[in-house]
C-alpha cells in the first residue's frame, strides 16, 4: 500500500510541474512575440535581442520536451503503466520515480538504452551523428536496428 500513495502523491508533483511548464512555456512564447515585435535601435540592441531570441527559444524547446514528457507520465498512469519499466517490466524503485517522476525505465535498463544510443523513449539520438573528423558522414556509415 505504501507503494501505491507514494505513486499517487507523485501524480500529484507531476501534475504540479505540468502546469508550471505550461504557464512558463506561455510566457516564454509570449515573450519571444513580444521581442520580435519591438523594434530594433542599432546592431548591438539587434545582436542582443538575437542571443536573447535563441536562449529563450532552447529554453522553451527544453520545457517543451520535459513537458511531453510529464503528459506521457500521466498518460502511464491512466492506464496502469506507470512506474512499471518499460525493459524489463519490473517495478521502477520509488527512489528513481522521486527523483526522476518521468522515469519510463529502471536503471539497468536505462543504462542499456543509453550504451545503444537510444533514449527512454525508444527513439535513436541523432543529435551528434556529424560529430565526426570532417562533419561528412553517409547514412551507410551508420546500422539501423
Known amino acids: 500500500?505504501?507503494?501505491?500513495?507514494s505513486l499517487d502523491s507523485l501524480k500529484q508533483v507531476l501534475m504540479k510541474r505540468r502546469d508550471a511548464l505550461r504557464k512558463a512555456l506561455a510566457g516564454d512564447l509570449s515573450l519571444l512575440k513580444e521581442l520580435r515585435e519591438q523594434s530594433a535601435g542599432?546592431?548591438?540592441?539587434?545582436?542582443?535581442?538575437?542571443?536573447?531570441?535563441?536562449?529563450s527559444s532552447q529554453l522553451a524547446e527544453v520545457e517543451s520536451r520535459e513537458l511531453a514528457k510529464l503528459d506521457m507520465a500521466l498518460e502511464r498512469m491512466r492506464d496502469g503503466s506507470y512506474g512499471?519499466?518499460?525493459?524489463?517490466?519490473?517495478?521502477?524503485p520509488l527512489a528513481?520515480?522521486?527523483?526522476?517522476?518521468?522515469?519510463?525505465?529502471?536503471?539497468?535498463?536505462?543504462?542499456?538504452?543509453?550504451k545503444k544510443g537510444?533514449?527512454?523513449n525508444n527513439v535513436a539520438d541523432w543529435a551528434n551523428i556529424f560529430d565526426n573528423?570532417?562533419?561528412?558522414?553517409?547514412?551507410?556509415?551508420?546500422e539501423l536496428t
Open 84 to 92: 512499471k519499466c518499460a525493459g524489463c517490466n519490473s517495478a521502477i
Open 133 to 142: 573528423e570532417n562533419g561528412d558522414a553517409a547514412i551507410s556509415d551508420y
Open 96 to 114: 528513481r520515480l522521486q527523483a526522476l517522476p518521468y522515469a519510463t525505465c529502471c536503471i539497468d535498463c536505462q543504462r542499456e538504452l543509453e
Open 118 to 120: 537510444i533514449d527512454a
Open 42 to 55: 542599432d546592431v548591438v540592441d539587434f545582436a542582443l535581442d538575437s542571443a536573447q531570441d535563441e536562449i
Open 1 to 5: 500500500m505504501a507503494r501505491k500513495d
